[in-house]
């Protein structure tokens, strides 16, 4: 069974630190890019944060730049969304996708092969 599963999410306050994880099964994550995805309510999904199937390229959303990091570990087929001096507009739906095309997906934010299932992240006093 292919799953490709969030955790990590909850509720954390301005100025606070939380780490989002993406752990996939039944298909392996190394030869793939992987992005995180936000849905906020009423508003679009927007890309945040994408690394290359290599893992020596990484893109963020202007947004969250010099605050999120993201990095892969192939070993446990995981990939880590660590997300630092949070605001408010932070809060979302965070979804993790997956892509054996990484220009497609870390540069046009597109047609990834694989989702996750999302987990919420909120950001509040």
């Known amino acids: 069974q292919l799953q490709f599963v969030e955790s990590g999410g909850g509720l954390v306050q301005p100025g606070g630190s939380l780490r989002v994880s993406c752990a996939a099964s039944g298909f392996t994550l190394d030869r793939r890019a992987v992005a995180w995805f936000r849905q906020a309510p009423g508003k679009e999904r927007e890309g945040v944060s994408c690394i290359s199937s290599s893992g020596k390229t990484t893109t963020y959303a202007d947004s969250v730049k010099g605050r999120f990091n993201i990095s892969r570990d192939n070993g446990k087929n995981t990939v880590f969304l660590q997300m630092n001096m949070m605001k408010p507009e932070d809060t979302a739906v965070y979804y993790c996708?997956?892509?054996?095309?990484?220009?497609?997906?870390?540069?046009?934010?597109?047609?990834?092969?694989?989702w996750g299932q999302g987990t919420q992240v909120t950001v509040s006093s």
């Open positions: 996708a997956a892509s054996t095309r990484d220009y497609s997906l870390c540069v046009k934010w597109e047609d990834p092969e694989y």
